[in-house]
């Protein structure tokens, strides 16, 4: 089985950096996503790691430690539109089919 | 370039009733899963599929039966709803290589009566 450990609720100011943390334990891990999900809209695609170190994509940096079985997604310069769930997603298992989901991390941006 | 589409939007049933939903994607994706998310419960993988004519269970298949006779699509199927069905369905396909990525349908909004 897996277990996937997010924090339920972060709340940060518009403008600041906030760091929404992902750790794991899986069998056969082969890669992590990053989703965001608005209230009441589908999950959008963020970012995927499969190696070891940070990746960078404009304001939204992910960064993943396989040995440690964690992840992080870095965002920056954070916008009143930031605000929404975000699901940490690692990628397991023979022929790697199946992304199994955390609950997800609901940040709040405010003013 | 429609990418994931799904059928219905909204649905209400009764009890003891069956529905099917559709799912379609025009990015010729092998792979293709429908997911129910419940508050609190997060995503939960019902069924996947890996190839035209394949399904496999996920984590909460019980209740459900899928196909993919074509590629493009892949069908929930629900024979006798149950109120502990209603849920937000979401349908997603998958691009498997170096930029790997799942990409999310808008999802089916279902409540059994």
């Known amino acids: 089985g897996q277990n996937i450990d997010q924090p339920t609720e972060m709340t940060a100011t518009e403008g600041a950096i906030v760091q929404i943390n992902c750790t794991y334990q899986?069998?056969?891990?082969?890669?992590l996503f990053w989703y965001q999900q608005h209230a009441g809209e589908a999950p959008t695609f963020l970012s995927y790691n499969v190696l070891d170190g940070l990746e960078e994509k404009g304001r939204f940096s992910s960064f993943l430690s396989r040995s440690k079985g964690y992840s992080y997604l870095l965002l920056k310069e954070l916008q009143m539109k930031d605000s929404a769930s975000y699901l940490c997603?690692?990628?397991?298992?023979?022929?790697?089919?199946?992304?199994?989901f955390g609950k997800g991390t609901k940040l709040s941006v405010i003013p | 370039n429609a990418g994931v589409t799904q059928t219905p939007k909204f649905r209400v049933l009764k009890t003891g009733q069956s529905m099917t939903l559709l799912c379609a994607q025009d990015?010729?994706?092998?792979?293709m899963y429908w997911y129910r998310q419940d508050p609190g419960m997060g995503l939960r993988l019902i069924h996947y599929s890996v190839g035209e004519g394949t399904t496999a269970k996920g984590e909460v298949p019980d209740g459900y039966n899928v196909s993919r006779l074509k590629k493009q699509n892949f069908l929930l199927g629900l024979e006798s709803a149950a109120p502990s069905q209603t849920s937000v369905y979401f349908c997603a396909s998958r691009w498997t290589g170096v930029a790997d990525t799942q990409y999310f349908g808008p999802g089916t909004r279902l409540t059994v009566l």
């Open positions: 899986t069998s056969g891990f082969n890669g």
């Open positions: 990015m010729n994706h092998e792979y």
């Open positions: 997603a690692p990628l397991s298992g023979a022929g790697s089919y199946q992304l199994t």
